[in-house]
T-cell receptor, first 116, second 111 residues
């Protein structure tokens, strides 16, 4: 069973540019969450999508956006990149059924974004 | 507001010694709690969830609602346990789909 796949693995961008990261969840998983991981702030929640709808959003500026497609694949976009956006961006997928049970999240390897 | 606290940033023990990684949380409702582990150069992976009350790789964790804690324990640490450990909370209900992570504890097990 394939895991959560994130592409690309590494990215180097310059300030002011925009970037799009991709995440393919485990087959059958309908929930996709995104997290930013930095040494200073740890793991911070960005947003979560379920059935193409954003259900939750963290405390990040509007430059951070995302979407989910009908096949559950998700993309996140960061516009007008800043040096502080340098981080490991993690995607996680989950079955996330509505019975209140959490089946846990499976994480991808992440995309390492460096802004110069 | 939900919060997860891991008071120890670094923890070192010798092989064969017991180890306990502390996790405290604040949440007014009924949370679901997890321990995730990240070995060097590997992806974050689920170690334990309190709901299943299982033991993985010799680790156990008990949810103590009175003390709002979910400490991770292992009676005899092994060198391969060296990793970064994260405690995480998922509030049920409307915020389904979001994990609140602690800052993590780097465990080093010396030979």
């Amino acid at each position: 069973k394939a895991g959560v796949t994130q592409t690309p693995r590494y990215l180097i961008k310059t300030r002011g540019q925009q970037v799009t990261l991709s995440c393919s969840p485990i087959s059958g998983h309908r929930s996709v969450s995104w997290y930013q991981q930095t040494p200073g702030q740890g793991l911070q929640f960005l947003f979560e999508y379920f059935s193409e709808t954003q259900r939750n959003k963290g405390n990040f500026p509007g430059r951070f956006s995302g979407r989910q497609f009908s096949n559950s694949r998700s993309e996140m976009n960061v516009s007008t990149l800043e040096l502080g956006d340098s981080a490991l961006y993690l995607c996680a997928s989950s079955l996330a059924v509505f019975d209140g049970t959490d089946y846990g999240y499976t994480f991808g390897s992440g995309t390492r974004l460096t802004v110069v | 507001a939900q919060r997860v606290t891991q008071p120890e940033k670094l923890l070192s023990v010798f092989k064969g010694a017991p180890v306990e990684l502390k996790c405290n949380y604040s949440y007014s409702g009924s949370p679901e709690l997890f321990w995730y582990v990240q070995y060097s150069r590997q992806r974050l992976q689920l170690l334990l969830r309190h709901i299943s009350r299982e033991s993985i790789k010799g680790f156990t964790a008990d949810l103590n609602k009175g003390e709002t804690s979910f400490h991770l324990k292992k009676p005899f640490a092994q060198e391969e346990d060296s990793a970064m450990y994260y405690c995480a909370l998922n509030p049920r209900g409307s915020t389904l789909g979001r994990l609140y992570f602690g800052r993590g504890t780097q465990l080093t097990v010396w030979p």
